[in-house]
């Protein structure tokens, strides 16, 4: 009997923690944090906290994100100023959007840089709408909502103050208006060694103390205690490295202003097929996610070593936190297989290689120059072919199959489409196609000689042929990579019988009468003079049976198909064509897309109101 109540005793003990309330002063703000170690309450006695010797600062809340914020893709990309180091500066530039950090998802060391304020003038027009619509009726200066703005515009470590994840703390460079949900710590001299402790399982297991609802404020982080600057030296060989491969993957993609081409394209990673080409990138991409992992374990056993914690945290870094574009297992989460995420993350490459494609179709990109071409509203075929032109008068130059091609200005080897109309149907209909166009994109940039192979290798990857993905996926695929604020909008008939893309860039507006008389009519004129071929053959005493029953079919069909354009045409594109809308770019892709009603593929949720 005594040996049981021993063992009971026994248990008892172990579901239970003894802690005075000496011991949770010792944390700041006193949290009934029991569980927490003595080693790690010991931290809070030694040494300064990050906001003792840092200011730990939120930014501006807008009142109306919707008026003062938008997606950097949405507007005239010369008309955002990325070198602003003040707000005095604000003053005298003509720019009316700047960088803006409103904080984001799980993303450590770099990126989550999309959005941009209007901030013209020293935020005059913000400033004047916070004091006009206070959201709080104490509100009688624009200061109650916008503070710290001698802070903006200068380089910081960031984070998302609300996620529903771990948090992650970035480097921001300057530049940016730090937001109410995306603050900075600010140093002088800003020690980017810093960064390296944040990320560390050390601070995460403090935050954790402070935070259970995953809420992390500027009180938080200015409490957490520093480390010694013995400890931070030892990781500058690494923190640069982390920064920079991060930095390198976000400019990867196209939602990065600084993107400059597809990794596809690479000449390091070119290949004769465009199969052993992404398996080439793929080991690339395989081997800095595993230097990432490397890198981010080593700075965790640092900081564990440096305060003895070797008995509670472990440095070990699962693949889902290494925060890389190209690392699947952070892309796509953590229950799906190894081939499921490999061939998710094949078939969005691919995606990726289509969208840059279109992207050139339209000439917002070029396979001669690197980065944005036409990105301005407005911007002409013109204004295409000039800013292709070499400065120095040379020829341009392009690798492709590991053969020189040598063309002459302006003569490019993918040219941008004129009139800025694309048709997307179902049929070899026009020459200019985007399925058709699409084609000559792949023969450009990967060769004849293996075309075959490499359309039937993407068309695999994504489980359809390549017109079909058009006709079904593209638009949907591109409204989630560009967040329901498309660049390119599609024009499309009720049934989608017609369909057009154009690039809102380039919209003037004379381009509804472009849609409505170069390509709806045409359109509809090739389908009136098929359908009177299939006539002849539904009564041609040479025709079979057979042949005749498929002719009256598609007769019907054709029919329905044409009766679908006629009611476009008269009830929708007409009207729309004759007002010859005017667009602002300024206004973003939510207030311009509407203007254009049942013209456009609808986009749900585009006309809800935004938080």
Same mark, same amino acid.
Request: proline fraction near 4%; charged fraction near 25%.
């Given at each position: ?48 906290? &990050? ?28 008309? &955002? ?55 709080? /009726? ?44 995306? /603050? ?78 597809? /990794? ?108 944005? &071409? ?48 694309? /048709? ?188």
């Amino acid at each position: 009997m005594s040996n049981d109540n021993t063992k009971a005793s026994d248990n008892v003990e172990k579901h239970f923690f003894r802690a005075s309330t000496a011991d949770f002063k010792k944390i700041p703000g006193s949290p009934i944090a029991y569980w927490v170690s003595d080693k790690v309450r010991q931290l809070f006695n030694t040494g300064l906290k &990050i906001g003792e010797i840092s200011d730990v600062k939120t930014g501006m809340a807008t009142s109306d994100n919707e008026r003062f914020l938008r997606y950097w893709h949405e507007i005239k990309f010369q008309d &955002i100023s990325f070198q602003t180091t003040n707000t005095e500066e604000t003053k005298c530039i003509t720019m009316k959007w700047y960088p803006y950090n409103k904080g984001g998802g799980f993303k450590k060391w770099y990126g989550n840089s999309e959005y941009v304020v209007n901030w013209k003038n020293d935020g005059a027009e913000v400033k004047q709408w916070v004091v006009s619509n206070p959201s709080d /009726p104490n509100t009688n200066h624009w200061s109650r909502r916008i503070v710290n703005t001698e802070f903006f515009f200068h380089e910081s470590l960031t984070w998302g103050e609300i996620t529903s994840s771990s948090p992650s703390f970035r480097y921001l460079p300057r530049g940016f208006v730090i937001g109410n949900k995306g /603050p900075g710590i600010f140093h002088n001299e800003l020690n980017i060694n810093l960064l390296s402790y944040l990320n560390s399982k050390i601070v995460l297991d403090i935050l954790s103390i402070f935070n259970p609802t995953l809420t992390f404020n500027i009180g938080s982080i200015a409490a957490l205690p520093l480390p010694g600057s013995n400890y931070l030296s030892k990781t500058k060989d690494w923190i640069e490295n982390l920064i920079n491969l991060s930095r390198s993957d976000w400019n990867a993609y196209e939602l990065s202003w600084d993107f400059i081409s597809l /990794p596809l394209l690479d000449p390091d990673y070119r290949q004769l097929t465009l199969n052993a080409t992404f398996g080439k990138l793929r080991t690339h991409w395989q081997q800095i996610t595993q230097e990432m992992q490397r890198l981010e374990q080593e700075n965790n056993r640092i900081f564990i070593d440096a305060y003895g914690l070797q008995d509670e945290l472990t440095s070990e870094v699962s693949l889902k936190e290494i925060t890389l574009t190209c690392n699947p297992h952070y892309r796509y989460g953590n229950n799906k297989t190894e081939a499921e995420l490999e061939a998710l993350l094949l078939a969005d490459t691919l995606k990726e290689f289509i969208s840059y494609a279109v992207g050139c179709m339209f000439g917002r990109y070029a396979l001669e120059k690197p980065g944005l &071409i036409l990105a301005n509203q407005g911007e002409t075929i013109e204004d295409y072919y000039k800013k292709l032109q070499d400065p120095q008068n040379k020829l341009l130059n392009i690798s492709v199959d590991s053969c020189s091609f040598v063309v002459q200005k302006p003569d490019v080897l993918f040219p941008a489409d004129d009139d800025n109309v694309i /048709p997307m149907l179902d049929g070899d209909w026009f020459t200019d196609d985007v399925t058709e166009r699409f084609g000559q994109f792949l023969k450009v940039t990967f060769g004849d000689a293996h075309y075959e192979e490499n359309l039937k290798f993407i068309e695999q990857a994504l489980g359809k042929d390549i017109r079909k993905y058009f006709l079904k996926d593209f638009y949907t695929d591109h409204l989630k990579r560009y967040k329901k604020r498309p660049i390119y909008w599609l024009f499309s008939s009720p049934k989608g019988t017609f369909n057009a893309l154009i690039y809102m860039h380039r919209y003037r507006p004379d381009t509804v009468s472009v849609v409505l008389n170069d390509y709806l009519r045409e359109f509809r004129t090739k389908l009136s003079a098929h359908k009177n071929h299939l006539e002849a053959v539904s009564i041609s005493s040479n025709a079979s049976a057979g042949e005749k029953t498929k002719a009256l079919k598609d007769i019907e069909n054709h029919r329905k198909m044409i009766d679908e354009l006629d009611v476009y045409e008269r009830e929708v594109l007409y009207p729309l064509a004759t007002e010859q809308i005017e667009i602002d770019l300024d206004d973003g892709v939510k207030v311009n897309y509407q203007k254009f009603g049942e013209a456009l593929k609808k986009i749900p949720g585009l006309a809800a109101k935004e938080g």
